[in-house]
């Protein structure tokens, strides 16, 4: 005879109604209880050395009071703030007098290029008198973005990579004007894999169904976009690069450490990845104590809040677990699950908030 284990034997067999939940629905509250640290002010002064402060993203600039943004930098120990919305022209113009020229020293605006020019006969050289044009307004550096890869193509057609030797004379040209190169070459891996029930970023995708590079007949993989990125980086070792997103891989810190050891002239940021680090924080300890002096603080934040900044300064400086990395949604954007602080030892932190980052943009040559 096979018996039913009811703990609560006759009493309250009658079970309770079940509702209708779709997944998707789903916001369950964790119940364990753990310590939670509150950071307001990092340990060290900081440099965002990847954030977004202009019109690129944004119908309107993406930080309507400066004022308010300065102070709100000044509270929580933030000198300075890379801005990557410059483009160029008038544009770059624009940026450049509403943050870097209105405020010396706190706002640093990196130029973007068109590189939709290469759809035509000798548009690379188009491309690069736009480079040698916004250096001279005053461009602090070049943001290269994932359009390079994905959907840029030249004049057959053909979809442009990051070790085309076009991109990698641009490339070449922005170290011999002193240009740094911060390089977004791919997202997340999960954009690139089949939008299925396997697919840790299915809420995200599902929302946004336009963000995935599954289809292998119109994008490279994920592989071959980072392997093209690693041809770039070895193609141009006079130019200083900041891999976007810790080198646009943060799924996977070895092939980050061998990123570094390939190229002495790569530095990585940790901007928009505290849901991949957070799952990892002790790796992401070792990586940090092997390269102390290539691993630089970014957010990607944008419009940057107290809120943003203190879960950063959380992650990187308590040993605090099961905590938010978005705090104020009630579905993670990045995945449902909740990360754990790295415990950064004391004297690592100086260099990650701010002085990799200034020597990476010559902050510290005068």
């Known amino acids: 005879m096979n018996h039913v284990h009811d703990p609560l034997g006759a009493v309250g067999s009658a079970s309770p109604a079940v509702p209708s939940l779709q997944l998707v629905d789903w916001t369950p509250r964790p119940q364990v209880s753990v310590p939670a640290t509150r950071v307001a002010r990092a340990a060290a002064p900081v440099v965002d050395v990847h954030n977004h402060l202009g019109r690129w993203l944004t119908t309107d600039w993406c930080t309507p009071d400066v004022a308010a943004l300065l102070a709100m930098m000044d509270d929580a120990g933030v000198e300075t703030v890379v801005n990557l919305d410059g483009l160029w022209g008038a544009e770059l113009d624009a940026n450049l007098d509403r943050y870097d020229r209105a405020h010396p020293g706190r706002f640093l605006t990196f130029c973007q290029l068109d590189w939709t020019l290469l759809s035509r006969p000798g548009g690379e050289r188009e491309i690069q008198e736009q480079l040698r044009d916004s250096a001279a307004r005053g461009a602090r550096g070049l943001k ?141 300890r070792r990586l940090v104590e092997a390269f102390p002096d290539r691993v630089l603080f970014g957010t990607d934040a944008f419009p940057l809040s107290p809120e943003q900044l203190e879960v950063h300064f959380r992650f990187l400086e308590t040993d605090d677990e099961c905590f938010d990395y978005a705090p104020g949604e009630e579905i993670p954007p990045q995945g449902r699950w909740q990360i754990a602080g790295a415990a950064l030892p004391a004297h690592l932190l100086p260099g990650l908030y701010a002085d990799n980052a200034r020597r990476v943009l010559g902050l510290d040559e005068g």
Do not use: M
Not at 174 to 203: I, S, T
């Open 144 to 284: 290269v973005w994932k359009n390079v890869g994905l959907t840029v193509r030249g004049p057959d057609g053909e979809l442009v990579l990051p070790d085309d030797q076009r991109v990698i004379d641009v490339l070449a040209l922005a170290g011999e004007l002193g240009l740094p190169a911060l390089v977004h070459v791919a997202d997340p891996k999960a954009f690139f894999d089949p939008l299925d029930a396997h697919n840790e970023r299915f809420d995200e995708l599902a929302g946004q169904p336009d963000w995935s590079f599954a289809d292998r007949d119109r994008y490279p993989s994920f592989d071959q976009l980072l392997d093209a990125f690693e041809r770039l980086l070895v193609a141009t070792p006079g130019t200083r690069y900041i891999g976007a997103h810790v080198g646009c891989v943060a799924e996977d810190l070895d092939h980050v450490e061998r990123l570094l050891r390939t190229a002495p002239h790569l530095v990585v940021d940790i901007a928009g990845r505290l849901a991949e680090l957070g799952r990892q924080p002790r790796r992401f």
